[in-house]
């Protein structure tokens, strides 16, 4: 099983990143997926989630109206796009797979997002 991030990197406040999540090993379609992060000194926060049946969707309070996540099942790949970053959003980004019929739940390495002028 893998879970890959990429899109993370350095973007000045107001910009917009879209962070990508490849996934390998298991049955994607059947899985919810979720974005994580971790800001320095600060506890892994979940950010959104995208169903697997329906893709209906969730986000953080704080991101709301600024972030996107969707999934393109065919490319076993989730998304996070970002518009309006903040000096806030700076953190590492984790992609989250889980199951809760089959009982299962993966990791991916993360990936960077640093907000700054």
């Known amino acids: 099983v893998q879970l890959v991030e990429s899109g993370g990197g350095l973007v000045q406040p107001g910009g917009s990143l879209r962070l990508s999540c490849a996934a390998s090993g298991f049955t994607f379609s059947r899985y919810h997926m979720s974005w994580y992060r971790q800001a320095p000194g600060k506890e892994r926060e979940l950010v959104a989630t995208i169903r697997s049946a329906g893709g209906s969707t969730n986000y953080a309070d704080s991101v709301k109206g600024r972030f996107t996540i969707s999934r393109d099942n065919a490319k076993n790949t989730v998304y996070l796009q970002m518009n309006s970053l903040k000096p806030e959003d700076t953190a590492v980004y984790y992609c989250?797979?889980?199951?809760?019929?089959?009982?299962?739940?993966?990791w991916g390495q993360g990936t960077r997002v640093t907000v700054s002028s």
């Open positions: 989250y797979a889980y199951s809760t019929v089959l009982g299962n739940n993966y």
